[in-house]
């Protein structure tokens, strides 16, 4: 077999023979072994080559091509990608570049391997081979030169003019760029143009202002995935959402996109080839949906997002998912929609969180849940576009619409249409024109809505999304006629609407016209109405929407005849909920919201309720305390489950009997365990202000109630911060001899934050049993005799009663504190594991060596106490019982010295301030948010709320508050300060 490639002859018959080896020619056999060995046909240049000669040093080296036993792959991302030559600066020896090839249905492509890229320069191994002959000969030239020359050798080859075009793009010369390619296209000797040379083609057209959709198509339509190697050319998105143009009928573009979808993608593993295949997927996706057809675009999405997540990239393309998401939740299916999104918050980009949060805001007006204040700031400030924020605001007010806040709802309404039109969103425009007609219906301006529901309809878009919205403006056109009287026609009306959204796949649409009809009908047709009544409910239980099922319960006349119902929904809930608030894998902090925000939108449902269901209610509590009594009460058995639920939706509830319920299962009831904690988080946060007058009288007359229950009472109205309550917490102190009682009413007094009562509290440091709960109040309203009684105590060893004096004086004291917990350190007792955590929390670099002295003590309790505080004043981790822990340290200690400055306050190995503290309120652990806050307040004298235990979006705001907080007066308490009451200590 001959090689055609004059340069080679020439240079080994021009040059000495020690300028270039040639090896003998390659057995046929190594030929197929090294082909099976790399999974790759070698192209016919290179199979020719090892044919003549396994292998060849040119130009001393400077070009060397590898002999069957040295081609590889160029890494196991990248298997059929094969290196096969190396080619160096002439004179300069170790610099080099990687050449390899890869497979094409065109034949192959040569290039260098770069950062894990394959740069396509030829398109065959004889054009490879004169044009770097060439410019190895040339010896020297610039980067141009060598350009000039490569272009000169490889005149015909198509891959490289090709790379002269990118080359001229980059240089800002479209014009230049089209005319190569042109050329490349319509000479009668090129082969069939490949997907890479439409595609540049197309980029070039694109640059130059002329329609690229007809080259962009064929490089689509030549386009098969995985691309063949690793930087190929790509199709990008906005060239798949342009080429429709190129189609002559939108059925032709749909069937080629089915075609690529079903026929040229066996994998995917680069980010190109995802955006490619996503906006491929969105595309038809949104083709389907313009056919009104939510079925096909559900089915095509899914199966798009599984195929994503077990190819080779293993995980979603956000868009594709977000998209689903959303159809999700326009299908009723709001838990599926959730669940998506919480890969999304889990692992999703952060420019995408905002659109996750918008979709919650979504769901939860749509299913009347809480929070929804929250959800929408949340949004906004995670980052929105414009069309995204519009849609915030129309979706307030369709939220103060639901709720009959007509002049908020005409407050947000203003500006909104301008906004919508200077956007160009029709569909948005239209949704403000149906929320204008709303406020004009409610208000009685039937003229007015009219219009305005006829400007909205007038300005409805093609597809899916108008279709849908104009159906719910046509229900409110048939409620504007029944306000005339026109009852027959209304009715009719929307009972065709209810048809048409069961033919969308809207099942809680149709639920909602067919209560609408059921609403119009007012008992004139019973047999027919309790059918549509029981369809409705069918659709509402399918997607657990409690509202709905109220709805349809007050429909019937009988507000709680669904109470099992929301009884069994409340229990999963709270089983849910628990799981989340303890971090159970593989839930975390975050996965309570949606159970939380479920549960209040059943508490809604049950407030609305007659008094029969506080009786029914009552029983369910009182049956499950009968059960639990019988056997172990813990937090995940199922009656304690149920017991939370029910307390929990009873707490909705505004009467004096569900009031009364509640305090006598407090009083009475439940002592202890799960079920009491969770009556207590009800009564915490319960809006009853009847529950508040059962906690005063309790504390009022201690002596008619166990002290266990004071005790509560006393805790729950400082939870509550319940100023009405002062009064009688001071009286509790002198009337009760009970400790524990006395306890939770210093405490309650503390958290309550009133200063006027800080001598009334003093005396209590006396009292071994209330010194600590005393210390804490008094810190908490800015008092530091706390502290210094703290520090006596441990320097006088007298620690009887003290839980944690040392703690105390640390996290609340100053650096005039470090000498006396350095001494009470060096010691095996108590009180030397006592001042080890205080000089853990005091943060002072000084006590380290102490510290690190501890390590190595006999006394296992000094060990792992010195072990924690070095943990967390310095942030380094290390295991105290493997052997040389002590040394460790030192060592450590002896590099990590400088970075610690004396007389600075350090925590987890920064410089500590109130941002730290902040950061812990997100804690998963509930001790280690509740530390962090109580601190907070101490150190900060501030008495922003904090609602330790409650629910997830509600610390969220808190914690906002404390940022905004932070940011606007975090200059006054400097970093690495000792501060108490916000004034710095030192």
């Known amino acids: 077999m001959q090689l055609d490639v004059p340069a080679l002859e020439r240079v080994v018959a021009q040059y000495r023979h020690d300028v270039n080896e040639l090896a003998p020619p390659a057995p046929t056999a190594a030929l197929r072994t090294v082909e099976k060995r790399l999974d790759v046909s070698l192209p016919v240049g290179l199979h020719g080559f090892l044919t003549l000669h396994n292998g060849a040093g040119l130009f001393r080296g400077a070009i060397r091509v590898r002999g069957t036993s040295q081609l590889a792959s160029a890494s196991e991302e990248c298997p059929h990608v094969i290196l096969f030559a190396e080619v160096g600066l002439h004179g300069r020896a170790g610099v080099a570049v990687q050449w390899a090839f890869a497979a094409t249905d065109e034949g192959a492509v040569f290039g260098r391997w770069e950062d894990g890229e394959l740069q396509p320069v030829y398109g065959s191994f004889a054009a490879w081979l004169a044009a770097e002959i060439a410019v190895v000969e040339a010896d020297g030239v610039g980067a141009l030169e060598q350009a000039r020359i490569r272009g000169e050798a490889a005149r015909t080859d198509a891959v490289h003019t090709v790379s002269r075009a990118q080359r001229l793009l980059r240089d800002h010369d479209p014009a230049g760029a089209v005319r190569l390619l042109r050329s490349c296209v319509e000479g009668e000797s090129s082969k069939r143009p490949d997907a890479t040379l439409w595609q540049v083609l197309g980029d070039a057209l694109d640059a130059t202002g002329t329609d690229p959709a007809g080259a962009w198509r064929r490089a689509f339509e030549r386009c098969a995935l995985p691309l063949p190697w690793p930087g190929a050319p790509c199709p990008h998105p906005e060239a798949v959402r342009r080429i429709v143009s190129a189609y002559s009928s939108l059925e032709r573009w749909e069937a080629a996109l089915h075609a690529f979808l ?5 994998d995917v593993r680069t980010t190109a080839e995802v955006e490619l295949v996503g906006a491929v997927v969105r595309a038809l996706a949104q083709a389907h949906l313009d056919r009104a057809d939510a079925a096909a675009a559900h089915a095509l999405l899914t199966r798009i997002d599984a195929d994503l997540r077990a190819s080779s990239w293993g995980r979603p393309h956000w868009g594709v998912l977000l998209d689903l998401a959303h159809l999700k939740v326009r299908l009723g299916r709001h838990d599926e929609a959730e669940d998506l999104t919480r890969d999304l918050r889990r ?3 952060a420019s995408l969180q905002g659109a996750r949060l918008l979709l919650l805001l979504e769901i939860a007006v749509a299913r009347q849940e809480p929070w929804v204040v929250e959800l929408g700031r949340q949004a906004e400030a995670a980052g929105l576009d414009d069309h995204q924020r519009l849609r915030v605001s129309l979706l307030k007010v369709e939220r103060a619409i639901r709720h009959y806040e007509l002049e908020r709802a005409d407050a947000l309404l203003t500006g909104l249409v301008q906004r919508a039109e200077a956007l160009d969103d029709p569909l948005r425009t239209a949704t403000a024109w149906m929320w204008r007609g709303d406020v004009a219906r409610f208000t009685s301006k039937v003229q007015e809505a009219a219009a305005c529901y006829d400007t909205a309809l007038n300005l409805l878009p093609d597809g899916f999304s108008g279709r849908e919205l104009g159906l719910r403006i046509t229900l409110r056109r048939a409620d504007l006629a029944r306000m005339a009287g026109e009852v027959q026609e209304a009715v009719s009306t929307v009972m065709g609407v209810a048809r048409a959204f069961a033919q969308l796949g809207c099942p809680l649409r149709e639920a909602w016209a067919l209560v609408r009809v059921v609403a119009m009908t007012a008992g004139r047709h019973p047999e027919r109405a309790e059918a549509l009544c029981q369809v409705a409910r069918e659709r509402f239980e399918a997607a657990q929407l409690a509202s709905g099922i109220a709805a349809v319960d007050a429909l019937c006349d009988s507000p709680g005849a669904s109470l099992a119902w929301h009884l069994d929904q409340a229990t999963e809930l709270v089983r849910a909920r628990h799981d989340a608030q303890r971090c159970r894998p593989p839930f975390e902090r975050a996965d309570a919201d949606r159970p939380e925000r479920r549960l209040g939108s059943h508490r809604l449902a049950i407030a609305a309720c007659g008094p029969e269901v506080v009786e029914a209610l009552a029983n369910e509590m009182n049956e499950c305390v009968r059960l639990a009594r019988a056997g172990r009460e813990r937090a995940g058995d199922p009656v304690v489950l149920r017991y939370v639920a029910a307390v929990d939706l009873l707490s909705a509830h505004r009467s004096e009997r569900a009031a009364e319920v509640l305090i006598a299962h407090h009083h009475d009831q439940v002592s202890d365990g799960a079920m009491l904690r969770g009556l207590q988080a009800a009564i915490a946060r319960c809006s009853n202000e009847a529950v508040v007058e059962g906690l005063l009288l309790c504390i009022e007359e201690p002596q008619n109630h166990p ?38 009413a210093i405490l309650a007094l503390g958290c309550i934050g009133h200063r006027a009562v800080v001598d009334a509290l003093v005396p209590s440091l006396g009292d071994p049993h209330l010194a600590e709960a005393a210390a804490m109040a008094l810190l908490m309203l800015g008092d530091r005799r706390g502290v210094d009684f703290h520090a006596q ?8 009663s003290l839980a944690a004096p040392g703690e105390i004086v640390g996290r609340y004291g100053g650096p005039e504190n470090l000498l006396l917990l350095m001494q009470a350190a060096r010691g095996q007792d108590e009180r030397a594991v006592e001042a080890l955590r205080g000089l853990g929390v005091l943060g002072d670099a000084r006590g380290i060596p102490v510290l690190m002295d501890a390590v190595g003590a006999r006394q296992r309790a000094v060990v792992e106490a010195a072990a924690e505080a070095l943990q967390l004043l310095t942030g380094r981790v290390d295991d105290p019982s493997a052997p040389g822990a002590r040394g460790r340290w030192g060592t450590w200690w002896e590099l990590a010295r400088p970075s610690f400055r004396p007389g600075v306050r350090y925590r987890h190995g920064a410089e500590f301030d109130c941002g730290t503290l902040i950061e812990g309120l997100g804690h998963r652990d509930p001790a280690v948010r509740r530390a962090s806050y109580e601190e907070l307040v101490i150190i900060s004298g501030q008495a922003l709320p904090f609602d330790l235990e409650g629910p997830w979006r509600i610390q969220e705001a808190h914690i906002h508050a404390w940022r905004e907080w932070w ?20």
Do not use: C, N
């Open 347 to 349: 692992e999703g980009p």
């Open 707 to 744: 002290s266990s229950t004071v005790a509560s009472a006393a805790e729950l109205l400082g939870v509550r911060r319940e100023r009405a309550a002062l009064g009688l917490l001071l009286d509790l102190l002198e009337r009760t001899r009970s400790a524990s009682a006395r306890k939770a």
């Open 793 to 800: 105590a441990l320097f006088d060893d007298q620690m009887v």
């Open 262 to 266: 079903g026929e040229r993608v066996s």
């Open 967 to 986: 940011r606007t007066y975090g200059a006054e308490l400097p970093a690495g300060r000792w501060t108490l009451d916000g004034i710095l200590v030192h």
